[in-house]
């Protein structure tokens, strides 16, 4: 009870310390929200001309929410202890290297030379270079090995600089590329286009998909999709599959077609929709003792491939379409304690 409180003193003051990033907000306009428990940008991102502010979650409910699944978080923060759990139940990209302090392992445990690290991209070509511990797209490397030379983020660069940065950052993993459907590539063919589906599990209830998000990357975001970069996204109709306008975080715009590739986001229906949402509640019954889990999704031409779980997920994208409180993520909150 007492860390429970220490914890909320923290959150409010670091959510107090919060500068807007993408926007340019009245001092004491964002002073307000910031007492209240909301992001400065809220000014901006949220419509609060149609809606009361009361009928939207704030960011420090928003990480207090992180306290709902307990130790079972370290199973999805860790990406080798979440292979390890779920990789039986649902298909997640094979892990291929591990770089820590300064050296390149294999999954036995074994340091490699670079003449080794060369053979293994000659079998994988295509790679995604990320951190173990963390979530969201940050500092993630597109690697590609063509004609014996290495690109990063479809950069050539020399084999000193390439080992130099793989040899650089500690507790990363390289994993597998994922090939995404058509239907993704269309929206823009230069990024990775993930879904965001969070499940839920009431206690006395099974485990419910209450919404779910498809991002979609611009030349600011190469190669991942990742919204605080510059990326868009759309609310997906969780009973349809179709996709909405889409929002950014830079802009008040709603977008129809995507602003580079002009081709259509509003409209899109996610294939195999149906399919998608059953397996994960599938599984997501599987792991009862772990009732809040944000799933990030890259639908092929097969299946789909969960590329992550996070224990919480972000709310600014979300409520930038309709506030969230009084609907089934805030009937979930509520019941775990989080909101009143």
């Not at 000193?160 to 590539?185: C, G, M, S």
């Amino acid at each position: 009870m007492i860390k429970n409180v220490l914890n909320t003193i923290k959150i409010y003051i670091k959510n107090l310390l919060l500068r807007s990033k993408h926007h340019k907000i009245p001092f004491f306009k964002g002073l307000l929200l910031k007492i209240r428990g909301f992001k400065p940008e809220a000014y901006v991102q949220y419509d609060f001309k149609t809606y009361n502010k009361n009928e939207f979650i704030t960011n420090v409910q928003r990480w207090k929410s992180r306290r709902i699944n307990g130790k079972g978080n370290e199973i999805l923060d860790n990406k080798s202890l979440f292979y390890e759990n779920f990789n039986s139940f649902v298909e997640i990209p094979k892990t291929i290297l591990i770089a820590k302090n300064g050296n390149v392992f294999d999954l036995e445990g074994r340091i490699l030379n670079e003449e080794e690290i060369i053979l293994v991209f000659k079998n994988y070509p295509k790679t995604i270079f990320k951190p173990n511990n963390g979530a969201g797209g940050i500092n993630v490397l597109l690697f590609e090995f063509k004609n014996n030379n290495f690109y990063i983020n479809s950069n050539l660069v020399n084999n000193d600089d390439f080992f130099n940065v793989i040899k650089t950052y500690a507790e990363y993993i390289l994993t597998e590329f994922v090939e995404q459907h058509e239907y993704a590539r269309n929206l823009y063919e230069h990024t990775t286009n993930t879904i965001r589906i969070v499940t839920t599990k009431l206690k006395n209830d099974g485990v419910i998909i209450p919404l779910a998000m498809h991002r979609v990357g611009t030349s600011k975001t190469v190669p991942v999709d990742n919204a605080s970069f510059g990326g868009l996204f759309s609310m997906i109709d969780v009973k349809t599959g179709v996709l909405s306008v889409a929002k950014s975080y830079t802009t008040s715009s709603n977008y129809l077609l995507h602003p580079e590739s002009n081709n259509n986001i509003s409209g899109v229906v996610v294939p195999r929709w149906e399919e998608i949402k059953n397996e994960i509640l599938k599984v997501a019954n599987s792991f009862k003792e772990i009732p809040f889990m944000s799933w990030d999704i890259v639908v092929t031409n097969n299946s789909f491939v969960v590329l992550e779980i996070n224990g919480s997920t972000g709310l600014d994208f979300i409520q930038m379409f309709e506030p969230q409180k009084n609907k089934a993520l805030g009937i979930f909150f509520k019941e775990r304690g989080i909101i009143k």
